[in-house]
């Protein structure tokens, strides 16, 4: 485990804020749901556990800036620190009952992710990384899987929002990765997509269109595992792009190969 004042006031934040989520996904049918988009759903449990996030990191951090999936953006004194904060990533998940997401909190510092904190209250498994670190989960030293045989390897990706994203692009790139790899999967959470990658369960995951607060933690993750992450095109940083490639050297390589010639 990471023992650090930042990772203290991370940790406890998200495991405030997942006392909550917990609560409430046993009461789903009760909770109040919007629609921000089709097929975009948001519900009283985000805007909750957002709410304990931001009071928690604003109450520890003063100064630092927020980046909230709910809220928007809060503007800290302290120009050089950010966090990106995904309260509940896999909503379409949680409304269904499937027990399968997680609360992301990245901090950024001076354009770096510097530290990440993904947790998934229903399997208890908090997963942790800071720059020069390591990556855990829960006490256990992380590392990105050791498979190079594309034909061995489990890859994830993600599906955009009814009416959003490129799908016929899509349709060719799963094609493409279904034609050589072991297996794929549409888990449901960028969060833990990443996190999974970091700790050697899923070999590749890549998805476009996503936002900071999707990815912030999780790339801090798969790299102090030992991973690579860019851009889905392989060509810049994923963050920026808002869009992902990861695995471990080998295979993130061969993706990449495999994503580009689908766009050629
Ligand atoms: C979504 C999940 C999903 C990904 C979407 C995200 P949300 O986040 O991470 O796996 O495919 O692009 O928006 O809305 O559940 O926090
Ligand atoms: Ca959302
Ligand atoms: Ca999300
Ligand atoms: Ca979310």
Redesign the pocket.
Known sequence: MISSPLMTVMVDAVRKAARGLKRDFGEVENLQVSRKGPG?FVSAADRKAEEVLRDALMKARPGYGLVL?ENGVIEGQDKSHTWHV?P?????NFLHGIPH?AISVGLERDGQIVAGVIYDPIKDELFVAERGKGAYLNNRRLRVSGRIDMADALAAY????LGRGNHPRLLREVAAVMAVSGGTRR?????L?LAYVACGRLDLYW?R???TW?MAAGIILVREAGGFVSSADGASEALATRSVACGNEVLHRELVGILRKCNA
Do not use: C, I, V, W
């Not at 993600?158 to 929002?161: F, K, V």
């Open positions: 975009n999936e995904d509940l990533d896999g909503t379409t997401f993600g599906t955009p929002y888990l449901g959470s960028a969060a997509d998805e269109d996503l936002q999707d």
